[in-house]
């Protein structure tokens, strides 16, 4: 695991601006860097040591010399790459996963991403013909960063090591701010500072004579096998999760766990610790309401799993959020990232490496909106003018009628309903009013390429490719990166893996989710494996937060009142409107924390990375926060 950034052309002090770029990134890699320059392009690393018989010293050259890699993440079947390349004449020093990557595609060129089992982010530099090949794994799980700026190529595993290069100054993009303000982070390849482009998951670039093209490798294919049985689909997604934590847990470094009391972070917790015994970590609230940490202290307990558990109070919340919106490089009002900041935290004081469940609600229908998919599945085939006379009828029943809403939504097509968990903080009919200028990109330009892609699928399919390629990336994998290697923490997602993958692509709506409940066939397979009821047939609960009740009180509803009053929130927002939502959420008129956390994290964000909220300064403040744990 690591870091690094890099930029093409030849400039007098590019040695101590890179020195600066790694500096902001040291984070990502405590335990050393590395340069390499040319005439035409400068490299910088960084490492984060997992294991001393192993060094991960990057750039690493090929043979000739000719090409180099730097890399960041792991890749879990690199022995069998190697063995495979080795009979082909490759000869290996420590066969790390840079190594094997860049022989793998001295070989093969791109096709040998589609065999790579892991996760990703790399850049090979080709020094004689002066082109650079690079990708991004398929979840999303390690972030790429790139800006065309002239002629030259600025890209790196965050964006905050391009503020000190003298060619990036740093901007809002105001197309995505409303963008941002409905998902609460932004989607796709856009980012909120103007010019600055994420490599999407799934794909590879190219950089030849001085122009970015971009190609996909791989695409979330939907093809359900209506040929097997519940229980079959149960027993092989045990197999799968056994088998793959069994591969992300090889290797010296011992590798600890989450534990949220969940369903998903439980059922990663036990089969590791069948494997191998593995220290777990929690975090809750001294608002016993919200907490889950009784639920996973009682679980570690049954189980004979070793945990390590830490309660977050609001001040140690808030203390932390301009830290927190600092690692991040974007904003993503997401309450959870604060939390997760003090977990990954709290396990790095024991390990350098941890598991995390993301991926398993996107995988197999675990979202309470997929029920209502699979009942639309039945319902839409009644024809669409008798669903319309429903829905119509329907509108002029009191809302609390049972039925109502589904009868309403029954007439509008998945995509008039169904964007991102079908739930945005602002709705878009209120940015017009909010927003002083919104120019924004729409939720329906963002989701389109993903539903046309999904026409033939069944329609739960076609609201988890939504959720793996717009919320899984956006939001869950977004955080779990930014926040482990905050702590200079190596997060490891055992069910974003390709097996594990392949195989939940296969299973049928019915067998994924229920009238009554989601995850069925996951729950099924976790109780095969010796999960308890209590467990196994858990509610989602996310990752709640207090934040509701916290801007309530004054001492925190009147820190947000100041940042959102400030003279920059007037250059963005109706201010008059952002103190209604403050005065109506703390009197109890209206609950709209989620939206007032969205606007105080973008304005958080523009104080970091853009400059002070009073206006007085328009430049990036380069300088990075100071942790509190």
Same mark, same amino acid.
């Given at each position: 695991m690591s870091g690094f950034v890099g930029f093409t052309g030849d400039f007098a002090s590019k040695h101590e601006a890179m020195d600066a770029m790694l500096e902001a990134i040291a984070h990502r890699g405590p335990d050393g860097s590395t340069?390499?320059?040319?005439?035409?392009?400068?490299?910088?690393?960084?490492?984060?040591?997992?294991?001393?018989?192993?060094?991960?010293?990057?750039?690493?050259?090929?043979?000739?010399g000719n090409k180099l890699i730097v890399f960041d993440g792991e890749i879990y079947n690199r022995e069998l790459l190697q063995a495979r390349l080795s009979t082909a004449g490759y000869v290996f020093g420590t066969g790390t996963s840079a190594e094997v990557v860049l022989a793998a595609y001295e070989e093969y060129g791109s096709k040998f991403l589609n065999e790579l089992r892991g996760m990703w982010s790399f850049v090979i530099y080709d020094r004689k013909a002066r082109t650079l090949f690079g990708s991004r794994d398929r979840f999303g799980i390690k972030p790429f960063y790139y800006s065309v700026i002239g002629d030259n190529l600025l890209f790196g595993s965050e964006v905050k090591s391009f503020l000190p290069h003298p060619d990036f100054t740093p901007a809002v993009n105001t197309r995505v701010l409303g963008t941002y303000l409905n998902f609460g982070f932004v989607p796709g390849t856009n980012t909120i500072f103007a010019d600055v482009c994420k490599l999407a998951p799934g794909h590879y670039f190219e950089y030849v004579n001085d122009t970015m093209t971009i190609n996909e490798y791989h695409r979330f294919n939907f093809e359900p096998d209506n040929s097997r049985d519940f229980d079959d689909w149960a027993r092989s997604i045990s197999g799968a999760i056994t088998e793959s934590v069994d591969v992300h847990k090889a290797g010296s470094v011992d590798v600890g766990s989450f534990l949220s009391g969940g369903i998903d972070s439980s059922y990663l917790a036990k089969v590791a610790n069948d494997i191998k015994p593995t220290k777990t970590f929690s975090v809750g609230y001294t608002e016993e309401q919200y907490s889950e940490l009784p639920y996973a202290q009682a679980f570690a307990k049954r189980f004979n799993i070793e945990n390590f558990a830490k309660d977050i109070t609001s001040d140690m919340y808030f203390d932390i959020a301009r830290t927190v919106v600092h690692h991040?490089?974007?904003?993503?009002?997401?309450?959870?990232?604060?939390?997760?900041?003090?977990?990954?935290?709290?396990?790095?004081?024991?390990?350098?490496?941890?598991?995390?469940?993301?991926? *398993?609600?996107?995988?197999?229908?675990?979202?309470?909106?997929?029920?209502?998919?699979?009942?639309?599945?039945?319902?839409?085939? $009644?024809?669409?003018?008798?669903?319309?006379?429903?829905?119509?009828?329907?509108?002029?029943?009191?809302?609390?009628?049972?039925?109502?809403?589904?009868? $309403?939504?029954?007439?509008?097509? $998945?995509?008039?309903?169904?964007?991102?968990?079908?739930?945005?903080?602002?709705?878009?009919?209120?940015?017009?009013?909010?927003?002083?200028?919104?120019?924004? $990109?729409?939720?329906?330009?963002?989701?389109?390429?993903?539903? *046309?892609?999904?026409?033939?699928?069944?329609?739960?399919?076609?609201?988890? *490719?939504?959720?793996?390629?717009?919320?899984?990336?956006?939001d869950i994998m977004l955080k779990a990166d930014k926040m482990s290697m905050a702590n200079s923490l190596q997060v490891r997602c055992p069910l974003c893996d390709i097996e594990v993958l392949n195989l939940a692509l296969q299973i049928p709506a019915k067998h994924k989710v229920s009238k009554a409940d989601t995850k069925i066939s996951l729950r099924a397979a976790a109780r095969l494996d010796g999960i308890d009821d209590a467990t196994a047939g858990k509610k989602k609960l996310g990752f709640p937060v207090p934040l509701r009740d916290w801007l309530r009180r004054d001492e925190y509803s009147r820190l947000v009142q100041d940042v959102c009053n400030s003279e920059v929130a007037s250059r963005y927002f109706n201010v008059d409107i952002l103190n209604k939502m403050i005065d109506d959420h703390k009197s109890g008129t209206a609950d709209t924390y989620r939206k007032i956390w969205a606007v105080y994290i973008f304005l958080l964000w523009h104080e970091v990375f853009i400059g002070p909220l009073d206006g007085s300064l328009d430049e990036p403040l380069n300088g990075s926060p100071s942790d509190e744990n």
């Open positions: 340069t390499h320059f040319d005439d035409y392009l400068s490299l910088g690393f960084r490492e984060l040591a997992l294991c001393k018989s192993a060094p991960n010293a990057q750039p690493v050259f090929s043979a000739d991040l490089d974007e904003p993503l009002a997401d309450p959870s990232c604060l939390s997760l900041y003090y977990v990954c935290a709290n396990a790095r004081q024991h390990v350098t490496a941890t598991f995390s469940g993301e991926g *398993a609600d996107e995988m197999f229908a675990g979202y309470n909106p997929y029920r209502d998919g699979l009942r639309m599945d039945k319902y839409n085939r $009644i024809p669409l003018t008798v669903r319309k006379a429903v829905a119509a009828a329907a509108r002029a029943l009191p809302s609390s009628v049972p039925g109502r809403n589904f009868f $309403i939504r029954g007439a509008k097509s $998945i995509e008039q309903r169904y964007f991102q968990a079908g739930n945005f903080i602002f709705d878009p009919s209120e940015l017009d009013i909010l927003l002083l200028d919104n120019n924004s $990109i729409t939720p329906e330009e963002v989701v389109a390429p993903f539903y *046309a892609q999904t026409e033939s699928a069944e329609t739960v399919s076609r609201m988890q *490719a939504i959720d793996l390629n717009v919320w899984g990336p956006g």
